[in-house]
């Protein structure tokens, strides 16, 4: 795809999701948002949101969750999917993040990976959210809608994520992110993608063969 196309993808999501921006602009707590983000795994926000709030008031730093009982924080955080395992990675990594970084979250993709229950993914949502640094997180939303569209093609979320990263301006990244993640719940679903609503139509793989008559 050549580089006039992707400005004008890009442009037309932008357009199409405006507040894309803000919310990857970097700011929110890290120590909350690596947490948070572990937990998002295999289950949804506002289950995710539904028990941060009294996990982080009971374990505010830190070393505090690094010290919590394994049977607490399996309780509290009981309505997250595969949440038995999540309880023994958000307490190891915190121990991680407590003893091995003095109780800072890293800032580098290498040091996040490091942190159990962090991949590659999660590690950039944090560094987005948390840092304000450009990456690009591939969710199975991103994953899809860059290979229907042409964006990327590759048969793993790291290909996908690599091929954006060389094609996106680095200012972008996030919010493009934002805006995919968006366009893939809304119009560019997994059955039954809407394209004659789509604003990127006349630049897609997808639409130009199979999907065109969505």
């Given at each position: 795809?050549?580089?006039?196309?992707?400005?004008?993808?890009?442009?037309?999501?932008?357009?199409?999701?405006?507040?894309?921006?803000?919310?990857?602009?970097?700011?929110?707590?890290?120590?909350?948002?690596?947490?948070?983000?572990?937990?998002?795994?295999?289950?949804?926000?506002?289950?995710?949101?539904?028990?941060?709030?009294?996990?982080?008031?009971?374990?505010?730093?830190?070393?505090?969750?690094?010290?919590?009982?394994?049977?607490?924080?399996?309780?509290?955080?009981?309505?997250?999917?595969?949440?038995?395992?999540?309880?023994?990675?958000?307490i190891a990594a915190s121990k991680m993040i407590s003893?091995?970084?003095?109780?800072?979250?890293?800032?580098?993709?290498?040091?996040?990976?490091?942190?159990?229950?962090?991949?590659?993914?999660?590690?950039?949502?944090?560094?987005?959210?948390?840092?304000?640094?450009?990456?690009?997180?591939?969710?199975?939303?991103?994953?899809?809608?860059?290979?229907?569209?042409?964006?990327?093609?590759?048969?793993?979320?790291?290909?996908?994520?690599?091929?954006?990263?060389?094609?996106?301006?680095?200012?972008?990244?996030?919010?493009?992110?934002?805006?995919?993640?968006?366009?893939?719940?809304?119009?560019?679903?997994?059955?039954?993608?809407?394209?004659?609503?789509?604003?990127?139509?006349?630049?897609?793989?997808?639409?130009?063969?199979?999907?065109?008559?969505?």
């Amino acid at each position: 795809m050549n580089q006039d196309h992707i400005k004008k993808i890009l442009a037309a999501l932008r357009k199409r999701y405006p507040k894309g921006e803000k919310p990857w602009a970097g700011g929110s707590n890290p120590f909350h948002t690596v947490i948070g983000t572990i937990m998002s795994a295999q289950t949804t926000d506002a289950q995710v949101d539904s028990v941060t709030p009294a996990l982080f008031k009971k374990y505010s730093t830190p070393a505090k969750l690094a010290k919590a009982k394994l049977t607490d924080v399996k309780k509290i955080i009981a309505p997250v999917g595969l949440h038995q395992a999540k309880a023994k990675n958000i307490i190891a990594a915190s121990k991680m993040i407590s003893n091995d970084y003095k109780g800072k979250v890293p800032t580098t993709r290498d040091e996040l990976t490091s942190l159990p229950g962090v991949g590659r993914k999660t590690a950039n949502v944090v560094l987005i959210k948390a840092f304000g640094k450009p990456a690009m997180p591939v969710d199975t939303h991103v994953f899809r809608i860059s290979n229907r569209i042409g964006l990327a093609k590759g048969n793993t979320p790291n290909k996908v994520e690599e091929q954006l990263e060389e094609i996106i301006p680095k200012r972008h990244l996030g919010a493009a992110h934002f805006w995919m993640i968006h366009h893939g719940r809304t119009l560019c679903t997994a059955r039954n993608p809407k394209c004659r609503e789509c604003p990127v139509r006349r630049y897609c793989d997808y639409a130009a063969g199979a999907g065109s008559s969505s």
